[in-house]
């Protein structure tokens, strides 16, 4: 039988493979469509860390976790929103593709 915690990392197991699959490919999105794939990845994401953190460094470790994932992700999308060259988007499909290669490690360390 899984265990709570051992689901929740084949739920960021399989988010990192998707979301890899799709910067390393450079689908286009709607921006409806994004936004509904951000929202859901958001709410789930948010309701395992909730959960997770229950137990551990309480309300202010919980508002550092939020600061430091905030400003990681502002400042990365605002460098990946300005790229026109495309030199420099292939650097950004690349780094997708490590992505998705994060997401079948953990599949591998989650494989018994």
């Known amino acids: 039988m899984t ?3 051992e689901s ?4 960021t197991a399989i988010s990192f493979l998707v979301i890899g699959v ?6 286009y999105m709607s921006p409806p469509a994004v936004s509904g794939l ?10 395992l860390n909730g959960a997770l953190l229950r137990k551990g460094p ?4 919980f508002l550092g976790i939020m600061a430091v994932i905030f400003v990681v992700v502002a400042l990365t999308s605002t ?22 290669a994060s997401g079948l490690l953990m599949f591998g360390w989650l494989a018994k």
């Open 8 to 11: 929740s990392f084949w739920i």
């Open 58 to 61: 309480g309300n202010l470790g």
């Open 38 to 47: 951000t929202f859901i990845l958001r709410i789930v994401h948010g309701y």
């Open 79 to 100: 460098m990946v929103a300005s790229i026109r060259t495309p030199r420099a988007r292939v650097a950004v499909r690349v780094a997708g593709s490590w992505i998705c």
């Open 3 to 5: 265990t709570y915690i």
């Open 22 to 27: 799709l910067v390393a490919v450079d689908l």
